[in-house]
């Protein structure tokens, strides 16, 4: 896949827009028969972020449930669906089929996007209520063009929790639901080959905007909820991170120990 070149876009003279006051964040959600968990757990802390100026783009992967229905019996018109008339098309075998699912979905949405940033969330997860306002400013302080923070993880079915999030940026520990970056950047997609090189869609995406030398910088803050579900074929693998590096809480408490 061909990325674009950063000069032309750092050139553009709507990219310092971006750095200043308050500006328009779209929040890019792709979606797939989750109408309940998506309006009853995700986009509930959406409409709570304390930063005011955002909207929600929310693309359906061919949904055939009640989400569309679910979206406007919220009645906030700050959030707007768009339902894809197919599923997919995505690789047949499981695991392959999980590291790309929603490409399509996925890059809709940031087609759509109005923002001078872009802030992707999966339809399952959660984010704290000063998501945005926290990566925004440090963002703006820093003049990064992708910033990102940890995510707390809970492990549904085993009463485990864990955590994501550290710096450098490296696959199993970076998600792009933590993470806000650059409008300009929205010519970076999510490739649905990416599952040939054994890596989930988000990773890929970032790690070629690594590549392209993107202005990265981190936030080792909460800054949301990652969910894996009961019947997750990595629930083994986060079970085994819980089990070796424990929970935020405990993170933060040795780092209090160890700065006292």
């Known amino acids: 896949m061909n990325d674009p070149g950063l000069d032309a876009i750092r050139s553009r003279t709507s990219y310092q827009e971006a750095f200043v006051g308050t ?13 309940q968990i998506l309006c009853e757990r995700t986009l509930p802390t959406v409409l709570r972020q304390g930063y005011p100026n955002w909207e929600a783009v929310i693309v359906g992967d061919g949904c055939q449930d009640d989400t569309a229905a679910r979206i406007a019996a919220l009645g906030d018109r700050r959030l707007r669906f768009y339902n894809r008339p197919s599923n997919g098309p995505y690789p047949e075998d499981p695991h392959r089929r999980w590291l790309v699912a929603g490409t399509y979905a996925a890059n809709e949405a940031i087609a759509r996007a109005r923002g001078r940033w872009i802030a992707p969330i999966n339809d399952d997860d959660e984010w704290s209520d000063d998501h945005l ?11 990064a063009e992708l910033v990102y923070g940890r995510m707390r993880v809970l492990i549904h079915g085993t009463g485990e929790e864990t955590w994501f999030g550290s710096w450098p940026p490296q696959q199993g520990d970076f998600g792009l639901q933590a993470a806000i970056y650059h409008g300009d950047l929205r010519a970076f997609r999510f490739d649905i080959t990416a599952h040939e090189l054994g890596e989930p869609g988000d990773w890929n995406l970032v790690r070629r905007m690594l590549e392209a030398g993107v202005r990265v910088a981190f936030v080792p803050l909460e800054v949301g909820t990652y969910h ?13 991170r819980a089990r070796r590096r424990g929970s935020l809480r405990l993170l933060a408490a040795d780092a209090q120990g160890a700065n006292s």
């Open 228 to 240: 894996v579900a009961a019947n997750h074929s990595g629930q083994t693998w986060w079970s085994e």
């Open 23 to 35: 500006p328009l964040i779209t929040v890019c959600i792709a979606t797939y028969q989750r109408g």
């Open 133 to 143: 306002a926290v990566l925004l400013a440090e963002a703006q302080r820093t003049k």
